[in-house]
T-cell receptor
Framework: NAGVTQTPKFRILKIGQSMTLQCTQD?????MYWYRQDPGMGLKLIYY???????DKGEVPNGYNVSRSTTEDFPLRLELAAPSQTSVYFC???????????FGSGTQLSVL | DQQVKQNSPSLSVQEGRISILNCDYT??????FLWYKKYPAEGPTFLIS?????DKNEDGRFTVFLNKSAKHLSLHIVPSQPGDSAVYFC???????????FGSGTQLTVLP
């Protein structure tokens, strides 16, 4: 039972570098999400997708891009890393808009 | 502006006693509330939810109470067990919105 798989688990970036956080789910969920969690704060939605080919911005989308070419995969792209993007990133999926979310184990990203 | 607030960053309870975790919200449009539990180095996992048409929902040792007039919800865990030690997040959504608004979390420690 893999569920939602995120890679990598940890990453250190230099300012200005780019990277892609990978997310895959094997539950055939239509909805997928990217959240970030800063220390002492709640999770904030970056982007979400309601199906392949459809994405939309969440609360904090600046500095990020996403794509959804398949039901299973929802990668998050950071183009020009900034220290403000130091955070823990969680990918999640669900069967619908008001259904419970299934989260991956997170990616700890540090931008130095 | 935090629309969902968990004012207690931490709570310690003796094993076997009741744990009460509190959550306040400011947006009267929220009509669906969820609690998630998070262990270190893992993603949050869904615990229990409640719709605004109810004032109570139970699932085993977990009960969520909703007081709409006070814009307050609470999670009761009875009896508390050491395995319940985790960070608990409350979250809220409104209408058909696909975004969840999370609180900042409460670290629960159940002492043996």
């Amino acid at each position: 039972n893999a569920g939602v798989t995120q890679t990598p688990k940890f990453r250190i970036l230099k300012i200005g570098q780019s990277m892609t956080l990978q997310c895959t789910q094997d539950m055939n969920h239509n909805y997928m999400y990217w959240y970030r969690q800063d220390p002492g704060m709640g999770l904030k939605l970056i982007y979400y997708s309601v199906g392949a080919g459809i994405t939309d911005k969440g609360e904090v989308p600046n500095g990020y891009n996403v794509s959804r070419s398949t039901t299973e995969d929802f990668p998050l792209r950071l183009e020009l890393a900034a220290p403000s993007q130091t955070s823990v990133y969680f990918c999640a999926s669900s069967t619908g808009a008001r259904e419970k979310l299934f989260f991956g184990s997170g990616t700890q990203l540090s931008v130095l | 502006d935090q629309q969902v607030k968990q004012n207690s960053p931490s709570l310690s309870v003796q094993e076997g006693r009741i744990s009460i975790l509190n959550c306040d919200y400011t947006n009267s449009m929220f009509d669906y509330f969820l609690w998630y539990k998070k262990y270190p180095a893992e993603g949050p996992t869904f615990l229990i939810s409640i719709s605004s048409i109810k004032d109570k929902n139970e699932d085993g040792r977990f009960t969520v109470f909703l007081n709409k007039s006070a814009k307050h919800l609470s999670l009761h865990i009875v009896p508390s067990q050491p395995g319940d030690s985790a960070v608990y997040f409350c979250a809220a959504s409104k209408g058909s919105a696909r975004q969840l608004t999370f609180g900042s979390g409460t670290q629960l420690t159940v002492l043996p």
